[in-house]
């Protein structure tokens, strides 16, 4: 059974840091892309970030480019989201996602999701 | 900001045909394949539908996929109580190079 399961999440202040994780199971992990997708209260779903199975492809939202780098450890099985210099709007639920796609691009076709790491931006 | 365009909300009665609609442009659904997905309350989003429309196994049939130019739609028939959601459509974006999704439509089953 595929399992996917964040932490990491938390109140922060404006401007400091956080770092998500994700522990992935259940699948041959070093075959498939992954991705954070974030929702915000009460809104709908934002593309985060995205990376290859073999980290070659790498892509980000421009909302959060230059601050947040995802990374996967291939041989944890896990996938994480560093982010720096964090807004109040980067306060949203984030949700790790597996792409469906075997040893290809990033795509827009997440076949598992976990159930999210609730990241909140206040002072 | 989403670039693929959604309606707010979508309603029918139980056993009616729903069709949700989800607008883009030449860069994003005009070009690439349409996803679908289910979003129940207080629950992770689900994949409904791939490439354009291709069922993912234990979806069922009663949910279709559909694309036309720089538009494309999802069709709920035989409408259940189950299928209350939020729906989501995405595609890959050519100019912003990563996955893109809709405003999101909310189902109500009157």
């Known amino acids: 059974e595929v399992q996917l399961v964040e932490s990491g999440g938390g109140l922060v202040q404006p401007g400091r840091s956080l770092r998500l994780s994700c522990a992935a199971s259940?699948?041959?992990?070093?075959?498939?892309?992954m991705h954070w997708v974030r929702q915000a209260p009460g809104k709908g779903l934002e593309w985060v970030s995205g990376?290859?199975?073999?980290?070659?492809?790498?892509g980000y939202a421009d909302s959060v480019r230059g601050r947040f780098t995802i990374s996967r450890d291939n041989a944890k099985n896990s996938l994480y989201l560093q982010m720096n210099s964090l807004r109040v709007e980067d306060t949203a639920l984030y949700y790790c996602?597996?792409?469906?796609?075997?040893?290809?691009?990033?795509?827009?076709?997440?076949?598992?999701w976990g159930q999210g790491t609730l990241v909140t931006v206040s002072s | 900001q989403s670039v693929l365009t959604q309606p707010p909300s979508a309603s029918g009665t139980p056993g009616q045909r729903v069709t949700i609609s989800c607008s883009g442009s030449s860069s994003n659904i005009g070009s690439n394949y349409v996803y679908w997905y289910q979003q129940l309350p207080g629950t992770a989003p689900k994949l409904l539908i791939y490439?354009?429309?291709q069922r993912p196994s234990g979806v069922p049939d009663r949910f279709s996929g559909s694309k036309s130019g720089t538009s494309a739609s999802l069709a709920i028939s035989g409408l259940r109580s189950e299928d209350e959601a939020d729906y989501y459509c995405?595609?890959?974006?050519?100019?912003?190079?990563?996955?893109?999704f809709g405003t999101g439509t909310k189902v109500t089953v009157l």
């Open positions: 995405a595609a890959w974006d050519d100019s912003l190079s990563g996955p893109v």
């Open positions: 996602g597996k792409d469906s796609m075997v040893r290809g691009a990033i795509s827009p076709s997440f076949d598992y």
């Open positions: 990376i290859s199975w073999s980290s070659g492809s790498i």
């Open positions: 490439k354009n429309n």
């Open positions: 259940g699948f041959t992990f070093d075959d498939y892309g």
